[in-house]
Structures are given as C-alpha cells and as structure tokens.
Nanobody, 122 residues
Framework: QVQLVESGGGLVQAGGSLRLSCATS????????MAWYRQGPGNQRAMVAT???????NYADSVKGRFTISRDNSNSTVYLQMNNLKPEDTAVYYC????????????????WGRGTQVTVSS
C-alpha cells in the first residue's frame, strides 16, 4: 500500500523556521496535486498549501508570505518551508495527494500518514 512519510517537525521559537518533507510513491506524486494539511489542538484538519504537477501553488490566507510548498520530482518528495513561525502554527502537519474538483471539496487519495508535530513557542 502506498504510504506517506512526513518528517522535519520539531520545537521552534516564534519567528523561527522549519522545513517539512513528505515522501510518497512516484506513481502518486507524478500525476497528482500534492497538499499539506495541519491539525492544531481542538481544530479540524485544514489544508495549508497545494502544488500542482505544473507548479501552480496555492496557500491558506493564514500562511501566505510565510510558507512555501515545493516539489522535488527526482525523489517524489514535497516540502513545506515554514518561515516566521507563530504559536498559532502549532499543529500536526500532514501531506497527501488530492483531487480538487471545481466548486467542490478536495478529496484525498491516500490514507493519512502519521504526520509530523510542529510546536512553536512564544
């Protein structure tokens, strides 16, 4: 079964940076939009950023200008560079391949991985 393996989380002070990584199978990575989600304490899981196979990127308003999603086709890995981190960015971060129909809710394609914990101290 295809898996998602997230890594790179940790504890960082406000204003700091982290780079998350997520590896998956080439067959999934090469043909689908890849997305990062996060789930903070007491919150539902929410989409943070997406990148299409063509390199088109979109971000949640809360992270625009601070986070950058990128894809490395050579190793089927998607990254999330997070700068100027804030305490409200504290969450478990997950990636997934998604389908985003027009005028509809995105659909994930794989079972969720374990995620990676990001904790930002004030």
């Amino acid at each position: 079964q295809v898996q998602l393996v997230e890594s790179g989380g940790g504890l960082v002070q406000a204003g700091g940076s982290l780079r998350l990584s997520c590896a998956t199978s080439t067959s999934i990575f090469s043909t689908n939009v890849m997305a990062w989600y996060r789930q903070g304490p007491g919150n539902q899981r929410a989409m943070v950023a997406t990148e299409t196979t063509r390199g088109d990127r979109n971000y949640a308003d809360s992270v625009k200008g601070r986070f950058t999603i990128s894809r490395d086709n050579s190793n089927s890995t998607v990254y999330l560079q997070m700068n100027n981190l804030k305490p409200e960015d504290t969450a478990v971060y997950y990636c997934n391949a998604v389908v985003i129909p027009a005028h509809s809710v995105p659909t994930i394609l794989l079972p969720w991985g374990r995620g990676t914990q990001v904790t930002v101290s004030s």
